[in-house]
Nanobody, 125 residues
Framework: QVQVEESGGGLVQPGGSLRLSCRVSGLTFDYYAMAWFRQAPGKEREGVSCASRDGNPRYLDSVKGRFTISRDNAKNTLYLQMDSLEPDDTAMYYC???????????????????WGQGTQVTVSS
């Protein structure tokens, strides 16, 4: 059984930073692409960033230059370093394990088969 568990969310002021972590068990972590998604109240879920099995990253345009995705395959853990946070980044953030090894130019949620419960990120003064 695949388990996906996020941590690291919280309340931060605009311009601040947070680091999200995602620990995965029950699958061959280093074989699959991994991604972060987010969903704000009243909005559709959107893909924030995706890391292929080799770590090659993809980013949502609005977070490029501010967010950095990384993975430690030895620890079965995915990270999202979020800097220069803005109020529009406020959302529930979800980690997802892919059904494939590589991230395309877009990474629809249908390409991901295992999801965590989410961690809340709130950016507010």
């Amino acid at each position: 059984q695949v388990q996906v568990e996020e941590s690291g969310g919280g309340l931060v002021q605009p311009g601040g930073s947070l680091r999200l972590s995602c620990r995965v068990s029950g699958l061959t972590f280093d074989y699959y692409a991994m991604a972060w998604f987010r969903q704000a109240p009243g909005k559709e879920r959107e893909g924030v960033s995706c890391a292929s099995r080799d770590g090659n990253p993809r980013y949502l345009d609005s977070v490029k230059g501010r967010f950095t995705i990384s993975r430690d395959n030895a620890k079965n853990t995915l990270y999202l370093q979020m800097d220069s946070l803005e109020p529009d980044d406020t959302a529930m953030y979800y980690c997802a394990a892919g059904l494939y090894s590589w991230c395309g130019s877009r990474w629809p949620s249908s390409d991901f088969g295992s999801w965590g419960q989410g961690t809340q990120v709130t950016v507010s003064s």
